[in-house]
């Protein structure tokens, strides 16, 4: 998979250093594929972390999907809830979406709109559970819909840099991040470029 990787970006250690290159910037670089993405961020590294991918509604699974395919890359297990989790009213989640949610040691939560009720009891069990939570919010979605789930992170489109700022300085400090940071690390920001790249596709 290795010859797919066809962009020259800059190496995984200037990205975390904060070099002022945009999330923005490095998306358009590397295309829109998520496999050409990946060789924005480096190597495949730590192996075995297991993420939950939680999404706002039906209609940003897609997104999600991106996330899993570049994370297995990393060697990361990453579970997608199925799309029509998200038309349940009902705050009860499904025993399959119970059981992932319990064995990740990650919650990523793309929320890009109003989250539907199975949304909001994933990140809220990953809450509960001590889950490492990360949010990562598109610009213009209202506070009143993820500002519970703190730390957040809404994405600025003139500075997408700070966004990835706060994403570094918040796993630094975070213990359940210590077992593939990198791949962590990466994945959020992955998730960040990609809500860039839907925000200026819908424009």
Known sequence: MGNLLGATCKPERAIIAGEPET??????????NGARLISCVGSPVEAGVRVFISYST????????RLQTIAAVYGMT????P???????APQLAPEVL???NQAEVVLAVITQQPTASALSEMNHAVQTGRLLI?????GVPLEYYSQFQPYFVVNPADPSTTE???VQYLAGKQQA?????AIFALAIFAVALLLLGGSDSK
């Open 23 to 32: 999330l923005r910037q490095r998306a358009h670089h590397c295309g829109r």
């Open 58 to 65: 039906a209609l940003d699974q897609i997104i999600a999907l």
């Open 78 to 81: 990453v579970y997608v809830p």
């Open 83 to 89: 799309a029509n989790t998200r038309r349940y009213a």
């Open 99 to 101: 059981s992932e949610l």
């Open 135 to 139: 949010p990562i919010v598109s610009p």
């Open 165 to 167: 700022q706060e994403i």
């Open 178 to 182: 210590e077992r593939g940071k990198t």
